[in-house]
Antibody
Framework: QVQLQESGPGLVKPSETLSLTCTVSGGSISGDYWSWIRQPPGKGLEWLGYVFYTGSTNYNPSLKSRVTISVDTSKNQFSLKLSSVTAADTAVYYC??????????????WGQGTLVTVSS | SYVLTQPPSVSVAPRKAARITCEGNNIGSKSVHWYQQKPGQAPVLVVHDDSDRPSDIPERFSGSNSGNTATLTISRVEAGDEADYYCQVWDSSSDVVFGGGTKLTVL
């Protein structure tokens, strides 16, 4: 069974860039889509974007100008960068695999999540 | 962008059935997926493609979808089912869309 684990700084200063990595184990990152989702404290889920193992991406339109998702197949990892962060970007960030039919995919495996706080 | 609307909360007595709705414009034409999230934990997929269950999810969890409403039904509710539940669809313009979530309380 595929397992995902997020890693990265838990504290980021305002205006800086948030960087997280998701390591995939128990399976290959090749052949699938991989996604980032976040959840502000006490609030709902927000999809950030996805990357295909080839490197092609798609982002949430509301965050598109600030989000970059990339993949490193040699390390079985994919990464998130969110630029110009503010306190509103404080959230638990999850990585997940995007499975199912390509016309209606769903998030079948999730990491445990990592809390990132934006504060000076 | 496509919007999914869920009731903020649903309460149910133990061993009764809980029904959590997810409303969206002509949602019946889309495939709906449901996630369960317990406090401090990552979401878990409980129903996909309207009514299919992952192999490790109890049969008590079922789903339906028609018209403008999709429904997650949990039969014979247990205390351990108390959680937040989110619906999700794929939309051609918005990609992955989540509902706002419903907090299920077991009385």
């Amino acid at each position: 069974q595929v397992q995902l684990q997020e890693s990265g700084p838990g504290l980021v200063k305002p205006s800086e860039t948030l960087s997280l990595t998701c390591t995939v184990s128990g399976g290959s990152i090749s052949g699938d889509y991989w996604s980032w989702i976040r959840q502000p404290p006490g609030k709902g889920l927000e999809w950030l974007g996805y990357v295909f193992y080839t490197g092609s991406t798609n982002y949430n339109p509301s965050l598109k100008s600030r989000v970059t998702i990339s993949v490193d197949t040699s390390k079985n990892q994919f990464s998130l960068k969110l630029s110009s962060v503010t306190a509103a970007d404080t959230a638990v960030y999850y990585c997940a695999s995007l499975g199912g039919d390509f016309r209606s995919p769903y998030l079948d495996y999730w990491g445990q999540g990592t809390l990132v706080t934006v504060s000076s | 962008s496509y919007v999914l609307t869920q009731p903020p909360s649903v309460s149910v007595a133990p061993r009764k059935a809980a029904r959590i709705t997810c409303e969206g414009n002509n949602i019946g034409s889309k495939s709906v997926h449901w996630y369960q999230q317990k406090p401090g934990q990552a979401p878990v997929l409980v129903v996909h493609d309207d009514s299919d269950r992952p192999s490790d999810i109890p049969e008590r969890f079922s789903g339906s979808n028609s018209g403008n409403t999709a429904t997650l039904t949990i039969s014979r509710v247990e205390a351990g089912d108390e959680a937040d539940y989110y619906c999700q669809v794929w939309d051609s313009s918005s990609d992955v869309v989540f509902g706002g979530g419903t907090k299920l309380t077991v009385l």
